[in-house]
């Protein structure tokens, strides 16, 4: 059985910082792509970051520079730095594990609130 179970979300202060964490079971995790995607209220799940295989990385265009994806293959977990975090950045966040479609995972997710 598959599991993704994302931990370290929580309410921050605009300007504060958090780490995201997103372990993986039932996979071979290091022949998949790993990414972080969110979703805020009444708006579409959005992707944030991917790292693949090689260890390349993609991050969306409105949270570089401050976000960071890494990964860990030996202890089959996938990270997100998040810097400098704004309220529009307050989301659903949840880890993916791709490789396939027919291999195509999620986690439940985990609530990251920005707010003074």
């Known amino acids: 059985q598959v599991q993704l179970v994302e931990s370290g979300g929580g309410l921050v202060q605009p300007g504060g910082s958090l780490r995201l964490s997103c372990t993986a079971s039932g996979i071979i995790f290091g022949i998949y792509n790993m990414g972080w995607y969110r979703q805020a209220p009444g708006k579409q799940r959005e992707l944030v970051a991917v790292i693949i295989r090689g260890g390349n990385t993609n991050i969306a265009g409105s949270v570089k520079g401050r976000f960071t994806i890494s990964r860990e293959n030996a202890k089959n977990t996938v990270y997100l730095q998040m810097n400098s975090l704004k309220p529009d950045d307050t989301a659903l966040y949840y880890c993916?594990?791709?490789?396939?479609?027919?291999?195509?995972?999620w986690g439940q997710g985990t609530q990251v609130t920005v707010s003074s």
């Open positions: 993916n594990a791709f490789y396939s479609n027919y291999h195509n995972y």
